[in-house]
Nanobody, 121 residues
Framework: HVQLVESGGGSVQAGGSLRLSCVAS????????MTWFRQAPGKEREGVAG???????LYAESVKGRFTISRDNAKNTVYLQMNSLKPEDTAMYYC????????????????WGQGTQVTVS
């Protein structure tokens, strides 16, 4: 059983904060790399933050200094703390696991959650 379940989305005003959670099955959580993606209507899905199994992190330039990715191994959970949110952050946010290519390419991942909506006004 391989599962990723996102939660924590919602509607906030510009400048506000949200923390997203991705609870992963044991197999998915043990993968080499896990990434938060986002996709707005009419736009490509883009990787925004990723974390290696050893805790090392990568960020898209657009979110550096505002978003923080982390993981809690005891809970099989990856988090995305989002601060100073902007309207352009509005999107469906997904977590993905099992990197097989370039970290920001959706085609490089085997497993996906169903997403959680973030709306910034």
């Amino acid at each position: 059983h391989v599962q990723l379940v996102e939660s924590g989305g919602g509607s906030v005003q510009a400048g506000g904060s949200l923390r997203l959670s991705c609870v992963a099955s044991t197999y998915a959580y043990s993968s080499n790399f896990m990434t938060w993606f986002r996709q707005a209507p009419g736009k490509e899905r883009e990787g925004v933050a990723g974390i290696f199994i050893n805790g090392n992190k990568l960020y898209a330039e657009s979110v550096k200094g505002r978003f923080t990715i982390s993981r809690d191994n005891a809970k099989n959970t990856v988090y995305l703390q989002m601060n100073s949110l902007k309207p352009e952050d509005t999107a469906m946010y997904y977590c993905a696991a099992d990197l097989r290519g370039t970290w920001r390419s959706p085609d490089g991942y085997t497993y996906w959650g169903q997403g959680t909506q973030v709306t910034v006004s």
